[in-house]
Structures are given as structure tokens and as C-alpha cells.
T-cell receptor
Framework: NAGVTQTPKFQVLKTGQSMTLQCAQDMNHEYMSWYRQDPGMGLRLIHYSVGAGITDQGEVPNGYNVSRSTTEDFPLRLLSAAPSQTSVYFC??????FGRGSYNEQFFGPGTRLTVL | AQRVTQPEKLLSVFKGAPVELKCNYSYSGSPELFWYVQYSRQRLQLLLRHISRESIKGFTADLNKGETSFHLKKPFAQEEDSAMYYCARNAGKSTFGDGTTLTVKP
């Protein structure tokens, strides 16, 4: 099992450019999430999905879009990059993560370091 | 909003000394609490979940509902424990604390 994979590892964008961060998992997990990690601010949830075709917003969704056409893939799109989106982005998946009493761990990808100039 | 607070951004101890990483959460009945760890150049991974009541790599964490705390403890720190530690609540749609960087000095 590759677990959770993310591409690219590094990316530099100019303000206004768009791009897609890829995330895939091979564990047949229903739940997938995108977080951004900023210095001193921990991880903040951007968007999440409870299954194919179902997505919802997290804490900091502005400027990002997601879709979930398959169980395996959960891409994150930056529509018009801004310097404030410079961050490290993590994708995570779990068997079940949104019901009370689930207690299931999240498996994280290696991260994508994005710089917007 | 549900909050997780880790009051110490940096924590430094000597090898063999006890270590405690603090975590407090906003009250909401029965929380699901986790500790995740990120070692240098590695991905974030689960260390402990409160429901398991287990010891992993010598670490334990006890849920104190009265104090709304879930502090992580280890009686004798090792150099390989140096890492970033995150406290989190809820599985999946999680809220993370800001993290504590632990440095264990030789």
C-alpha cells in the first residue's frame, strides 16, 4: 500500500495563477480532508469529503475548490492563487471520521509546500 | 467553535527528564481526542487516542473532563522524542492545536 500520496511536493506560483494539488489514497477510506499548515497556527481544515460525490467546507475554504468523483482521489484546486495561500498542504484520509464515537485515526500524506509570489 | 489549545509552542528538556505537553479543549460533552506527532522529514502520524488508554513509545495521555485537558506525558524523555506534537479533537473533521515543538537535549 502506498497509503496517502500527494503531488507535487513543491510548487511555486505567481499571484493569479491556478493549479490543482493532487491527493490519492489506496486504503478504500471513505473520508478525506485537506488541511493547511502555517507556522504557529497548527493545521486548519480547508475542505473535507465523507464519500464520493459529497464534499463540504471546513474552517478556511475561501479560495479553494474540491471535488470527489472517486473514492481514491480528492484534488484541491486553487482558483486564483494569492500570497496568503503560501503554506504546506496536507491531505488525510480515514475509515470514518465524522460521526460521534468514530475515534478513527487519520492517515496523512507527505504534504505539498506551496509558495505564491 | 470547538477549540484546542496547546499553550507551549516550544518545550526543551534533557534526556531522561520527565516531559509533559499540555493540551486543553473547549467543553463539548464527550470529545474524541488524539495526539499526533511529526518527526523531522516524516509525515504526521497518530501517536495516541484517548479511547485506547494505551502507552505508545512510553507516552500516555489521560483525559481529564473536569479540567478539559488531555496532557501528554512521558517519564523519561529520549532524544528520538524530539518532534512536533499536535493535540486534536474529533476524527476526520478535526480541530488541531497549534502544536508544540519538543526538543530533547543529550
Amino acid at each position: 500500500n502506498a497509503g496517502v500520496t500527494q503531488t507535487p511536493k513543491f510548487q511555486v506560483l505567481k499571484t493569479g495563477q491556478s493549479m490543482t494539488l493532487q491527493c490519492a489514497q489506496d486504503m478504500n477510506h471513505e473520508y478525506m480532508s485537506w488541511y493547511r499548515q502555517d507556522p504557529g497556527m497548527g493545521l486548519r481544515l480547508i475542505h473535507y469529503s465523507v464519500g464520493a460525490g459529497i464534499t463540504d467546507q471546513g474552517e478556511v475554504p475561501n479560495g479553494y475548490n474540491v471535488s470527489r468523483s472517486t473514492t481514491e482521489d480528492f484534488p484541491l484546486r486553487l482558483l486564483s492563487a494569492a500570497p496568503s495561500q503560501t503554506s504546506v498542504y496536507f491531505c488525510a484520509s480515514s475509515y470514518s471520521g465524522f460521526g460521534r464515537g468514530s475515534y478513527n485515526e487519520q492517515f496523512f500524506g507527505p504534504g505539498t509546500r506551496l509558495t505564491v509570489l | 467553535a470547538q477549540r484546542v489549545t496547546q499553550p507551549e509552542k516550544l518545550l526543551s528538556v534533557f534526556k531522561g527528564a520527565p516531559v509533559e505537553l499540555k493540551c486543553n479543549y473547549s467543553y463539548s460533552g464527550s470529545p474524541e481526542l488524539f495526539w499526533y506527532v511529526q518527526y523531522s522529514r516524516q509525515r504526521l502520524q497518530l501517536l495516541l487516542r484517548h479511547i485506547s488508554r494505551e502507552s505508545i513509545k512510553g507516552f500516555t495521555a489521560d483525559l481529564n473532563k473536569g479540567e478539559t485537558s488531555f496532557h501528554l506525558k512521558k517519564p523519561f524523555a529520549q532524544e528520538e522524542d524530539s518532534a512536533m506534537y499536535y493535540c486534536a479533537r474529533n476524527a476526520g473533521k478535526s480541530t488541531f492545536g497549534d502544536g508544540t515543538t519538543l526538543t530533547v537535549k543529550p
